[in-house]
């Protein structure tokens, strides 16, 4: 009998590298953002604004930009039958989760890459066993095109659907990026500057004080006036 050790190795060799190149091509496509004269200065800059879209969360009810206005928002992207980080990320936001001002108009927003599997009820199976609490937490699905869009055009995520060949397990079905991004209460993606002065464009899930820095944006922005 064939050892399956190798095979595993090899497999979590070529995944690491995989994501590697995602996280790269993503710091690319954040790069390429142009960011106006009025918010080059700011510690939370703008980067885009979301265009109007309507999506669906678990329970199946229509969610669209203007159901968030108003809203701080914290996004990313996974997808439930995910072997790689999605379980872990979803874990980060349960952990934030739990320190959101409960008075505060704060949502966090989940993306599934894999829409014609994840529909809703799928979802909030998935949601259910992270403790999300679907007053605050939403996960979307929906017409694959405008999550495909909303995704990469105006988040700037990484989502490459890897082919059948190139699949090591049935269930390693996309390679997506690994961060979290907020948006303010205008529907806008807001960059935000760390310590040695940096423009960052996003929140690494692999980065323990992740969540802290996102703690610290969500405060800044609710202080922003609303009109």
Known sequence: MNDPRPQKIEWLVWGGLVLIIALICGAFLWSKFKLSPASADKSMPVLGELPEFTLTNQNNQPVSLTDLRGQVWVADIIFTRCPGPCAKMTRQL???QSELPADKPV??????SDPEYDNPPVL?????RFGADASHWWFLTGDKPQIRRLAVSDFKFVVVEKKPEEREI???L???????VLVDQKGRVRGWTDREGHLRAYYDS???AARKQILVGIKELLREPTS
Do not use: C, Q, R
Request: aromatic share 14%; hydrophobic share 40%.
């Open 170 to 172: 049935p269930e390693d």
């Open 107 to 112: 949502k966090l927003i989940t993306l599934t």
């Open 206 to 208: 692999g980065d323990p």
């Open 124 to 128: 909030k199976k998935y949601a259910e």
């Open 174 to 180: 996309f390679v997506h990026s690994a961060w979290f």
């Open 94 to 96: 349960a952990e934030l």
